[in-house]
């Protein structure tokens, strides 16, 4: 696989991530104030998601573009 799909799919799971991750944390807030042992781990799942998502963009700078030449 070249470096463009790979930063393309990476570029992909970073966005699912974040958005899902504050989605989650959103629902997670609001179910909480009906039913509190739904809605604090949905709140830490989508919480911790976006972190994640927030991790792969500082590792996404990292690299570099000239690390996976394709020779023909």
Same mark, same amino acid.
């Given at each position: 696989?070249?470096?463009?799909? %790979?930063?393309?799919? !990476?570029?992909?799971?970073?966005?699912?991530?974040?958005?899902?991750?504050?989605?989650? %944390?959103?629902?997670? !807030?609001?179910?909480?104030?009906?039913?509190?042992? /739904?809605?604090?781990?949905?709140?830490?799942?989508?919480?911790?998601?976006?972190?994640?998502?927030?991790? %792969?963009?500082?590792?996404?700078?990292?690299?570099?573009?000239?690390?996976?030449?394709? /020779?023909?």
């Amino acid at each position: 696989m070249g470096l463009p799909k %790979l930063v393309a799919r !990476l570029e992909a799971i970073i966005w699912i991530l974040i958005y899902g991750g504050l989605l989650a %944390l959103v629902l997670g !807030l609001w179910v909480e104030r009906i039913d509190d042992d /739904t809605g604090w781990p949905l709140a830490v799942g989508g919480a911790l998601a976006a972190a994640a998502g927030l991790a %792969l963009i500082y590792v996404r700078s990292r690299i570099k573009p000239d690390a996976c030449k394709d /020779t023909f």
